[in-house]
């Protein structure tokens, strides 16, 4: 048992077992879900606390620890202070350096790895953990555990060295609007997140910059946010572009739509990557011209299904975990074989151990919660307990993915949630990345990343806008001339 069931079967509160133990309620708490071990000390004081043996309880609790995973609503990990962890590997002479601010696990920036010719030299992130997934998949990035809002910038460049991109994708939370450049300063309290990543840019002046965010900044007070962090940006001295991009469209197995901006301080036009698959969706940007479609005329293969993304894997039932390949399932797709390259042997494919009452909700699921038979469940938005589709790309993969009360995440053909293997193949993690930290984590890292091949198709695109350019240059084409943008809520030639 963990220790808040010990403390349960003890009709004891979480105060009277600190109390007792000579601990804090809140490390208690962190304990009793799951987010931390407590020191030996601390432990033999609980078990003492609680009439059973130290070893005992330091068993249960590891095994608890390891199963734990708890939803959106949990904080997984306390802020780093600044903590720096040295790149393992000395930068190759002649790359193209890429730094990552709010890296989390760093798929942005991994994805920019594999197109070539990038190579990550640094990244940043608030939680510890996330910085050691980071720099576990990132031999030659210096990985900052901390706050950005307090990291010396000129600290960051000093240990980064020269920087060709800066990619990155602040959280929105708390963003009003972005004071013109020249007024943002280094520590200013009223910064948001958005605005410090403005901040960087133009004290980081990179070649290019890559910014990625959720579709509701377009509509956020009138498109208000949106038109700030562009005009931000412009002032900071860069030519500036965005679009609506749905990873589906880009041979990733899931509907996911993010609004991406592009910059780079040369006067190149970023030639915007032609989507390479076709998906019926409705976009939630609507019918603006910045949303990135196929083309009418080209003849395109569907998008990746979740069936060819995890249709390999072993089947494992509630609580289980399968640690090697099924050597009878030979027939792969091309998704799936790029996936598996350079691993031989298969992790993180354990299912979360459902309820009784779950597993019973989870065998009546469908398309959505209606599917489910009246009185089952009393609330619910209409993704909950539902089941994916094998024959379509994944809805939009969140930090709840293996909690089918909180969104659409039920294996098309198996009784339970998915696993965290099959998150990171949804998101285009590739088998052989390297997650570290607790199932609780190592979900949020997934469920927060940007698709690896998103980035990809990104950097790949940097690249042959560059390529354009260098070959236009000796015949002074006035078409590589920058278009004017069209911001939300106001009309061309207007600002």
């Known amino acids: 048992m963990s220790i808040r069931k010990y403390r349960l079967a003890q009709r004891l509160a979480q105060h009277q077992l600190a109390a007792r133990a000579n601990v804090s309620s809140t490390d208690l708490s962190r304990w009793e879900r799951g987010l931390a071990t407590p020191p030996a000390a601390a432990l033999t004081r609980i078990a003492v606390s609680l009439g059973i043996s130290a070893d005992q309880l330091a068993r249960e609790h590891e095994q608890f620890a390891n199963e734990a995973t708890p939803g959106e609503g949990y904080t997984t990990a306390s802020a780093g202070s600044g903590d720096v962890t040295a790149r393992q590997t000395e930068l190759p002479a002649g790359c193209r350096k890429v730094v990552d601010l709010f890296c989390g696990a760093g798929g942005l920036s991994f994805g920019f790895e594999q197109a070539g010719e990038f190579i990550t030299a640094a990244g940043i992130d608030l939680l510890p953990d996330r910085i050691a997934t980071f720099t ?56 948001s997140l958005v605005e410090q990543y403005v901040y960087w840019i133009g004290r980081l002046q990179p070649k290019w ?47 996911r739509e993010r609004v991406v901006i592009v910059g780079n301080r040369e006067g190149i036009v970023f030639r915007w990557p032609a989507p390479t698959n076709v998906h019926d969706y409705r976009s939630m940007a609507g019918s603006r011209e910045e949303v990135l479609r196929p083309s009418r005329v080209a003849s395109l293969p569907h998008a990746v299904t979740v069936a060819e993304a995890i249709g390999d894997l072993p089947r494992v039932r509630s609580g289980e975990t399968a640690s090697d390949y099924d050597p009878r399932l030979q027939a792969f797709t091309d998704y799936q074989l790029d996936m598996r390259r350079g691993c031989s042997r298969l992790t993180l494919h354990r299912a979360t151990r459902h309820s009784p009452k779950m ?14 038979p009246p009185g089952m469940v009393s609330s619910g938005f209409s993704s909950c307990y539902s089941r994916l589709d094998a024959d379509t790309p994944s809805t939009t993969i969140t930090v709840n993915f293996v909690h089918p009360a909180s969104n659409r995440c039920i294996h098309p053909n198996q009784d339970r949630a998915l696993t965290i293997r099959e998150g990171a193949r949804i998101q285009s993690f590739p088998d052989r990345f390297t997650f570290v930290g607790t199932p609780a984590q190592i979900v949020k890292q997934i469920g927060n990343a940007v698709p690896p091949k998103l980035g990809e198709v990104i950097a790949r695109a940097i690249l042959d ?13 006035d078409a590589l001339a920058p278009r004017q943008l069209r911001l939300p809520g106001i009309a061309a030639g207007s600002r």
Do not use: K
Request: include cysteine; charged fraction near 20%.
């Open 209 to 255: 910059f890559v910014f990625e965010n959720v579709v509701g900044i377009l509509t956020h007070q009138g498109g208000t946010r949106l038109r700030a962090v562009v005009e931000g940006l412009e002032d900071a001295g860069y030519t500036v572009d965005w679009r609506v991009m749905n990873a589906a469209l880009f041979g990733i197995p899931q509907s």
């Open 465 to 477: 806008s560059e390529a354009r350019r260098a070959a236009c240059e000796t015949d002074n084409d």
């Open 136 to 191: 576990a998949n990132h031999q030659h990035a210096v990985g900052i555990a901390g706050d950005i809002t307090a990291f010396p910038v000129d600290r960051f460049r000093a240990l980064a060295g020269d920087i060709d991109v800066v990619v990155g994708g602040p959280p929105c939370q708390g963003f009003s609007s972005i004071r013109p450049f020249r007024t943002l300063t280094e520590g200013d309290p009223r910064n």
């Open 359 to 372: 597993m019973e909700i989870i065998r009546h699921s469908g398309a959505n919660i209606n599917a489910l």
